[in-house]
C-alpha cells in the first residue's frame, strides 16, 4: 500500500521558517492532488493548502501569503514551505493524497502520513 512520510517539523519562534517535506512510497496512481492538513491539540483537523494534480492551488485563509505548497513529481515528494510562522501555527502537520478516477465528482483523501509536529514559540 501507497505510505506517506513527513519530515521537516521542529521548534522554530514567531517570525521564523520550516519546509515540511512529504516523501510518497510509490507513484500513486490516478492521483487527484495532494494536501497538508493541521490539527491541534483541542482544535479539530483544518485544512492548509492543497495542491491539484493541474497544478491548481488552494490555502486557507490563515496561511495565505506565508506558506507555500510545491510538489516533485520526479521524487514523488510534497512540501510545504512556512514563513512568517505565528504561535497559532502550532499543530501536527499531515500530509496526504487524494485518487479517484473523476476527480471533480469522487475525489477521495485515502492517503495519510503519521504527521510531524510544528511547534512555534514567542
Known amino acids: 500500500q501507497v505510505q506517506l512520510v513527513e519530515s521537516g517539523g521542529g521548534s522554530v519562534q514567531a517570525g521564523g521558517s520550516l519546509k515540511l517535506s512529504c516523501a510518497a512510497s510509490?507513484?500513486?496512481?490516478?492521483?487527484?492532488?495532494m494536501g497538508w492538513y493541521r490539527q491541534a491539540p483541542g482544535k479539530e483537523r483544518e485544512l492548509v493548502s492543497i495542491i491539484r494534480f493541474n497544478g491548481k492551488i488552494i490555502y486557507a485563509d490563515s496561511v495565505k501569503g506565508r506558506f507555500t505548497i510545491s510538489q516533485d513529481n520526479a521524487k514523488n515528494t510534497l512540501y510545504l514551505q512556512m514563513n512568517r510562522l505565528k504561535i497559532e501555527d502550532t499543530a501536527v502537520y499531515y500530509c496526504a493524497a487524494a485518487v479517484g478516477q473523476d476527480c471533480d465528482v469522487d475525489m477521495s483523501w485515502a492517503y495519510w502520513g503519521q504527521g510531524t509536529q510544528v511547534t512555534v514559540s514567542s
Open positions: 510509490e507513484y500513486i496512481f490516478s492521483r487527484c492532488g
